[in-house]
């Protein structure tokens, strides 16, 4: 595989490695699994990433988020670039975080492994700010669709909010970054295919526990605590998805 850097925006975080032998299809008909990994070396080393693509039979993409590791940390892990490259994933790329504060390349992070070479990618978003360099988006447009892979930061952690500013913030950028996309691949009779791990539970029943309560935050302090706050469902949160 070869070795591409990515240097779209200062300081970026993000590689491409991309075989010799793209393939040309259908990108009408194909399979697109989502997964938050939770640390990629782990589930390596577990055998669970190996037993999970295997069960979902091999899928065409496969987009992960929370990968928490380099693409060269990723290349070290014993056998698994022979075991992308046996089922066909010629073209990885990958966007880790380089924040100083979040404990830098084990936090966060974004990859797509897929099949079939994209037209182009691009990762983070528009007008990048500070907080973008935890590495939280990722795009990658085909001919008849554009994936956008997105790790949405919590809001805190339970009873203190206390990202729920910077939680809607995001939100609020991506929203927008998603309208221009959809209306570029309207334009030329595509279509965006927006996945990830979004942090908010939309529904009730969404939530893997009905004693969570849905709590305003307005009139609180970020620093405050809230007796039953839990993130992802949050009336703010909410509102936003």
């Not at 070869?2 to 993000?14: R, V, W, Y």
């Not at 209306?183 to 009779?189: D, H, Q, R, S, V």
């Not at 004693?211 to 007796?227: E, G, H, L, N």
């Amino acid at each position: 595989m070869q070795n591409i850097a990515d240097s779209t925006h200062p300081g970026l975080q993000a590689d491409s490695w991309e075989g010799n032998d793209p393939k040309v299809s259908n990108d009408r008909d194909k399979s697109i699994m989502q997964w938050n990994v939770n640390g990629l070396k782990k589930r390596w080393k577990t055998g669970s990433f190996k037993k999970t693509v295997t069960e979902a039979n091999f899928p065409d993409h496969i987009l992960m988020t929370e990968v928490r590791c380099t693409s060269g940390a990723a290349k070290q892990l014993r056998g698994f670039q022979t075991f992308l490259q046996m089922h066909g994933y010629q073209f990885c790329y990958w966007h880790w975080s380089s924040s100083p504060t979040k404990g830098a390349q084990g936090y966060a992070g974004v990859a797509l492994l897929s099949k079939t070479q994209p037209s182009w990618v691009s990762f983070g978003l528009p007008n990048p700010l500070p907080t973008d360099d935890e590495a939280r988006i990722l795009t990658a447009e085909y001919p008849n669709y554009t994936l956008v892979c997105s790790y949405t930061p919590n809001s805190g952690s339970n009873a203190y909010p206390t990202n729920m500013s910077g939680r809607l913030a995001f939100d609020a950028r991506q929203r927008k970054y998603l309208v221009n996309e959809s209306a570029k691949c309207k334009a030329k009779n595509s279509h965006v295919i927006w996945c990830g791990d979004l942090n908010v539970a939309p529904n009730e029943n969404d939530a893997h526990s009905a004693v969570f309560k849905i709590i305003p935050m307005k009139t609180r302090s970020a620093q405050d605590k809230v007796p039953g706050f839990c993130p992802s469902v949050s009336k703010e949160e909410r509102d936003s998805y």
